[in-house]
């Protein structure tokens, strides 16, 4: 069974430009989380999607930042504009039915804002 | 609101030393515990859990504890490898309506030399 993946794996950009980062859930997992670590600090809960839909979006930064989870099945994270702060490691995850159930982590996208 | 700290790295060892990573948390409510493990170029791996307090978590040699009465939750080994070295991040699940959004720790690099 493939795991979670997401693409790309490296992004470096101009402050200003706009990126799209998409996650990959393992098949039949509803729950679909974005986490982002930036500059080595604690990993930190972004948003919650349940199928298409946006459980729980109360760590998401700012406006510049819009998740889609079209369909129930991938994600894609977009930041417009992308400012310097937002450079970081953004993971997503995903887990079956039931809220309990473990979370499996993809790789993550490191994000260089320049 | 809730939080995870943890012994602030890099922690270097030698091979068949003992490891101890320490985790103390701050919780309103009885959250379970966790490790997660990142080796190199990977993502995110679910180390091992407790759910309840003093349940002793424990996978490929190494243990943690939930002490509810000093709110940790510290990670052990006997004699860690060179294949041990990676990112360990301790993290609690906050039940929040009913889905476990994760609070993570800010992440104790080890590095483990032959």
């Known amino acids: 069974e493939a795991g979670v993946t997401q693409f790309p794996s490296h992004s470096v950009i101009e402050k200003g430009q706009t990126v799209t980062l998409r996650c990959d859930p393992i098949?039949?997992?509803?729950?679909l989380y974005w986490y982002r670590r930036v500059m080595g600090k604690e990993i930190k809960f972004l948003l919650h999607?349940?199928?298409?839909?946006?459980?729980?979006e109360s760590g998401m930064p700012n406006n510049r930042f819009l998740a889609e989870r079209t369909g129930g099945t991938y994600s894609t994270l977009k930041v417009q504009p992308a400012e310097l702060e937002d450079s970081g490691v953004y993971f997503c995850?995903?887990?079956?039915?039931?809220?309990?159930?473990?979370?499996?982590f993809g790789p993550g996208t490191r994000l260089t804002v320049l | 609101g809730d939080s995870v700290t943890q012994m602030e790295g890099p922690v270097t060892l030698s091979e068949e030393a003992f490891l101890t990573i320490n985790c103390t948390y701050t919780a309103t409510g009885y959250p379970s515990l966790f490790w997660y493990v990142q080796y190199p170029g990977e993502g995110l791996q679910l180390l091992l859990k407790a759910t309840k307090a003093d349940d002793k978590g424990s996978n490929k040699g190494f243990e943690a504890t939930y002490r509810k009465e000093t709110t940790s939750f510290h990670l052990e080994k006997g004699s860690v490898q060179v294949s041990d070295s990676a990112v360990y991040f301790c993290a609690l699940s906050e039940r929040s309506g009913g889905y476990n959004k994760l609070i993570f720790g800010a992440g104790t690099r080890l590095a483990v030399h032959p």
């Open positions: 995850a995903s887990s079956s039915q039931g809220g309990s159930n473990e979370q499996f």
């Open positions: 999607f349940v199928k298409e839909s946006k459980q729980d």
């Open positions: 098949s039949g997992h509803d729950n």
